[in-house]
């Protein structure tokens, strides 16, 4: 999966590389697993209705180790905080994931 961001890599080099440097802070190892930062990014992604970002960061997190199972339990926060229809984007983005 290409980053969606890579135009900025020729037309902006100090811009992709400060996006590049502040996604190696939030990613780096610490208490919170990998896996586990994908699965808060994924709740967020579902929160601000962004379909591609849902998709980009379920696929990352089961690569990540995380199961269909986390992944549903992670909408389930995110319905509830969000409401149902934040649930209409993550369905559309899942829908050849799970």
């Given at each position: 999966m290409s980053n969606p961001l890579s135009i900025f890599q020729k037309a902006d080099p100090l811009l992709f590389a400060r996006i590049?440097?502040?996604k190696?802070?939030?990613?780096?190892?610490?208490?919170?697993?990998?896996k586990h930062k994908l699965l808060i990014?994924?709740?967020?992604d579902v929160a601000k209705n962004s379909e591609?970002?849902?998709r980009s960061l379920?696929?990352?997190a089961m690569e990540n180790g995380a199961s269909e199972q986390e992944?549903?339990?992670t909408l389930r926060i995110a319905s509830y905080i969000c409401g149902v229809g934040s649930m209409y984007t993550?369905?559309?983005a899942l829908k050849d994931i799970l």
């Amino acid at each position: 999966m290409s980053n969606p961001l890579s135009i900025f890599q020729k037309a902006d080099p100090l811009l992709f590389a400060r996006i590049n440097d502040a996604k190696t802070l939030a990613y780096q190892e610490g208490e919170i697993s990998l896996k586990h930062k994908l699965l808060i990014a994924l709740a967020i992604d579902v929160a601000k209705n962004s379909e591609s970002g849902i998709r980009s960061l379920a696929a990352q997190a089961m690569e990540n180790g995380a199961s269909e199972q986390e992944i549903l339990e992670t909408l389930r926060i995110a319905s509830y905080i969000c409401g149902v229809g934040s649930m209409y984007t993550a369905a559309q983005a899942l829908k050849d994931i799970l």
